[in-house]
Each structure stands twice: as C-alpha cells, then as structure tokens.
C-alpha cells in the first residue's frame, strides 16, 4: 500500500506514541503535527513542526495531505469526535492503523481514523466504527461491534456478539460478556466484569483494592 504524508492532530502522548508506531510500522509519513493556535506552546514535537489548525488548509491542502486525529478520550470522547468532524469537513483523508503485531483474520470492517495497538486479538465478522482507539492487548470477540467514537484501552475483552455504543470509554482490564449491549456514552471502569446489558451514558466503577494494615515488614513468608 502506497503511503500518504500525514500530519497528527494533538501534541500530547498519544499523539507523540502514534507518531512512533507510524513511522516505524507503517507505509506512512508523519510530516509534522497541529493543533489549535492557542495550545502551541513549542515550535516542535519530536523534531517536526506544528502548524496552527486554524490555518492549515491554506498551508497542507487536503488534495496533498491526510491526517489522523490522536486525541485522547475528553469529555466521553466527545473532543476527539468533534476534531474528527472538523477534518473531515475541511476535506482531510483520515487514515487507520492497525499494528502489524495485531492478530486478526481479515474478516472485520473497521472505519476511519481508528488506531490498533499490538496484540489486539479481532475475530471474525467484528464491526468497528469509525475514530476508535483500540489499547494495546485486547480481546475483541466474533461478532462482536464498536460503536464510532469509542476508546477501549489495554486488556479489555468484548466478548463474542457484544454491542458496544458509541462515545463509550473501557477501561483496564473490563470485561464484557458475550451477547450483551453497553449504551451510548457509557464509561466501564478499569476492572469492572459487565454480565448483562448498560443503559445509555452508565458508569460502572472498578472496586479499588485497599491496603493492608500490616506492613510488609511483618511479612514473613516473602
């Protein structure tokens, strides 16, 4: 596949990490970044340049240059959604990835501006919607969909014909059972094990370990 010059909206992590896995596990050119005039507050990031969004249409015209939105998951993934919608009306190709180290069988649809981490497992006749992310080490069972807009991050599993709406963030470690729907703008906490359906714009909160009243001094076993 012939690769294209593309330019990383965002200046944060996840656009600093895709710009690595870009250029060392794609056909792609990352020519620099973008963002809002009013977030610049260095010259570069990595050594390319970032342009004012405001202005880069008249600087990277569209005919010449795709782009991919590397926002992170604000406000239920509604900021990367709305740079996602803007690029696309300015005209902008909005590339995928999908990591050479993901172990799929090609039988899936997957939309634009998505990003696939390594070790992703996606079975057969998976649905992704467009602008997900997918962490890294995930279990994406057959059948299973992803609504547009979501971020799943690392170690979920989606089991076999699960639905998962749009603007949904999972987190570490949650774990859906096969067959069931989790709603629009709904958030599932990092360890959270979902066995039946989630109302739209649910959040469901991982129980978080408590320390012990004995200090690892008094241990005696380790």
Partial sequence: ??????I??????FARVA??????DSPHEVVGFTTHRQYITEPTVLGKPIWPFEE??????PKDYSMFVAVGFSKVNKARAEVYHTCKNLGYELISYINS??????????????FVFENNVIQPFVRIGNNVVLWSGNHIGHDATIGDHCFISSH????GNAKVGPYCFLGVNSTLRDG???????????GVLLLKDAPPQSVYRGQATEPSTIPSTRLKAI
């Fill in 1 to 6: 596949m012939a690769g294209k010059k593309v």
């Fill in 19 to 24: 710009s690595v896995y870009l250029a060392k």
């Fill in 101 to 114: 180290r993901a172990v799929h069988w090609g039988e899936f649809e997957i939309g634009d501006n998505c």
């Fill in 8 to 13: 990383l909206f965002g200046t944060g992590d």
């Fill in 180 to 190: 069931i729907t989790v709603g629009q703008e709904s958030v599932i906490g990092a």
């Fill in 156 to 159: 979920v599993v989606i089991s």
């Fill in 56 to 61: 880069l249409p008249q600087t990277h015209s």
